[in-house]
């Protein structure tokens, strides 16, 4: 480690609460300085790479310092960097609201901004709870969401969050929820396909709307993969089940695509699987091409109408400083341009087989459980292996040129949708290597 690396180090750890992270761990594990990054890999101060398998925590989708991007927020940067969203408007916003309609055919046409994932959440479970009462339905107070949900950890997402690590810490803080049955495909008895547990977890939502629809305003659902449970999959016919019912019993379904939006399941939106569109979805991570905090919740026009009046307080109260921020949304116009430009979810198809192909070894691994694979996130549970496997994974992956972060025994990727052919090879061939150098201690 050089001089100025282990000031940096020292200096982080004295001054910066790292998020996420038990500081008293960094007495064991290095924090690594990053100085640059460039495509799909991170350089650190001493000029040692780390390929971002995992996206910089899944917002990254077109590499560091994209020219792209970059250029496009140049240019943003000579017009304006930011203003107000009460009262005026401004290019990049009604740009990007206009287009994100479009993606959705239309069916979600009203676009309201915050700045992170958490917020969006929030602004969702808002918005749907306060359109009850204005339609006279008061009483929809409740939420729902799914065993192993994860939607935000500010005091209104984590209510809507079935972690036990969080929920054992604030659950005093919070509003209870109700939970219901995950339709993750893992819980497959023998002889039973994804679709049947799709069918079990469905009739669990139907059990509780029956019992009490009329107090519950929404679900809250992340689609297809239920990503921080462990990259958890499901089948698509849920999704239709869910629709069904919440057309049925009169309740909001909220799809939460923070993370499995922007192309990450192989559609743009990862309903689009289910031929469904939900009352609301959330989107942030990826949509700013992992530049600049940005979150959106895309709404129907019967809620949004439901909100139209002369009357203040029956207008969606809510706002954050930088709703809307024009060089968020000018990143995000670019992330769209290279979507469109590029091709890229044909060209995820292809990349997508091409990687599966070279995971094949880790893939036969007597140790690998549950190899799965949606677009392009792919993810394995380890078979037998201790609490620190985790950690002493990230650690052995940052000494062989990765950035792999596994949550519990489920080791995933999420790379960025630039990798080239030598960057997958290397991502594959050492994935392997530090997973057999784990679970041998
Ligand atoms: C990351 C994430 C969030 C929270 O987003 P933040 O920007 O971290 O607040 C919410 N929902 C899902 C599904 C996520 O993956």
Known sequence: MSNQTSDWVARSLQSVWHPCTQMQHHESTPLIPVSHGRGPWLYDQDGRRY???????????????NPRINAALREQLDKLEHAMLAGFTHEPVIELSERLSALTDRRLGHAFYASDGA???????????????NRGQADKQEFVCLQGSYHGETIGALA???????KDAYGPLLRAAQTVRSPDARQA????????????AAADVERLFAEKADRIAAIIVEPLVQCAAGMAMHDPLYLQLVRALCDRYGV???????????????TFFAC?????????????????????PLSVVLTTDEVYQAFYSADVTRGFLHSHSYTGNPLACRAALATLDIFAQDDVLAA????????????????????VRHFRQQGMIWAFDAEGVDKAFARRFFANATQNEL????IGATVYLMPPYILDDGDIALLAERTLAVFEQTIAG
């Open 189 to 200: 008895r023998d002889g039973e396909t994804a679709q049947d547990v799709a069918r079990r």
């Open 119 to 133: 917020s969006a959440v929030e602004i969702a479970l808002k918005m749907s709870f306060h359109s009850w009462r």
């Open 272 to 292: 689009e699987q289910a031929g469904i569109w939900p009352d609301f979805v959330t989107l942030s991570k990826g949509i700013s091409g992992g530049y600049l």
């Open 51 to 65: 390929l971002d398998a995992i996206s910089s925590w899944w917002v990254n989708l077109f590499g560091h310092a």
């Open 348 to 367: 995820n198809r292809a990349k997508a087989e091409r990687i599966t192909a070279a995971l094949a070894p880790l893939r036969a691994h007597p140790r």
């Open 160 to 166: 809507v969050t079935d972690v036990a690590l969080f």
């Open 403 to 406: 950035l792999l972060r596994p």
């Open 252 to 266: 909001h379904l909220i799809l939460d695509e923070i993370a499995v939006g922007c192309g990450r399941t192989g």
